[in-house]
């Protein structure tokens, strides 16, 4: 599979290593597939009695089968795909996927340690030196994943752009206690600014010293193929369960590398129909019916994707499959009064009581983003 930026720059048919390192095109937007050809049909008849090792690998082998040998990305796939993720019932017709199995209970830990895993395999091939600069504009769960999965795989965390945002208490200490202080930047502005400075800053090469910095983010093709996978494991484990005949997907509107990963998947033959949530004007009284109906707990940015997969099994009686990204312990102050319970933490998301908050607090400006970078 090759890669275009998907600005319709000057930047066309690269390959996914070159994509991967590239990170964004000259204009700040992803990569994404062309020329994509459909797995066959008796794929997805057999697909309940293959493992989610087995689904990751079909997947990898299509999205990068040309840049790797086939051991590679077995290897690849048995070092990333360390435990199952699970699939429950989020109300009639309707359920979840849960991708938690990291540090952080989010489906960006299974993001991050692929990119990881990626990135070192460059370092490896001497594609990017090990004294590159690897960087992050981060919002929320993604800050705190992103960092653990590269300091386990590669044994340092990249560069951590923080915006200024709305994060939960849980989500805070998971920043505080996982990144590494000296490389946590909270950016003063919020997380759409920070995306397009951080790529004016990657654009602007006086910066870097001849190094080749490389932007970690949900835009990099490494996440890309990640969400794609887990919409291919949902579907798995929905036909595992029993559920047969059409199936809707709901991606995240707000995030364009889950709804490109969504348009990749139906491409490559994944036989589903997407729903785009088009809103949700009260997502509380979402997550506090869907728990009366059917005791399931929406993570409060599952909410829209719940609604809009709900009006389609009530239109079409088809089965409706979203992803809940993330533990909804995290959100546990908003969630329980509107659930009238209380959120037991698992142990993973044990933390002690933040005596001081460590990070450095930036402007945001080019220049001020390069001291950043300066001693990495």
Known sequence: MIYRGSSHTAVRNVSFIQAMLSGVDENGRGF?????????????RNIAEMSAQDVAYVVVTVM???????E?????????????????????GIYALEPWWGATMSQYDIIGRFQAILIRNCYDREAVSLD????????????AAISQAFRSVIGKSPVMLQAVGTLSDIEKRQVYYMVDRDLLHLV??????????????????????GSRPVIISDVNVAALVARVYCFFDAYRLLVINGVHGP??????????GDMLAARVAVEMGLPVNISV???????????????????????????????ALNDRVMETGETGVLVNPSHPAKFRSRIEPLI?????????????????????????????????????
């Not at 990068?64 to 086939?70: E, H, L, R, S």
């Not at 949530?277 to 829209?304: C, F, H, K, M, W």
């Open 247 to 256: 199936v809707t997907i709901s991606p995240d509107a707000r995030n364009d």
């Open 32 to 44: 994404v597939p062309v020329g994509i050809t459909p797995l066959p049909v008796p794929f997805f």
């Open 277 to 307: 949530p088009s809103g949700v004007e009260n997502t509380d009284s979402v997550i506090s019916d869907v728990y009366r109906q059917s005791g399931y707990i929406l993570n409060p940015r599952a909410a829209e994707r719940w609604k």
């Open 72 to 92: 590679e990305l077995r290897r690849f796939v048995d070092e990333w795909i360390v435990d199952d993720m699970n699939l429950y019932q989020a109300g009639e």
């Open 188 to 209: 003063t502005c919020d997380q759409q600014s920070l995306w397009q400075l951080s790529c004016r800053a990657f654009n602007n090469q006086t910066i870097w010293n």
């Open 132 to 143: 590159s600069v690897l960087f992050s504009p981060s919002m929320d769960d993604s800050c």
């Open 340 to 376: 009238n319970r209380v959120l037991m933490l698992p142990n993973k998301l044990h933390f002690n009581d933040i005596p001081r908050v460590h990070y450095k607090r930036v402007a945001p400006s080019v220049n001020a983003l390069k001291n950043c970078f300066i001693n990495y």
């Open 64 to 70: 990068m089968g040309n840049d790797y040998k086939a």
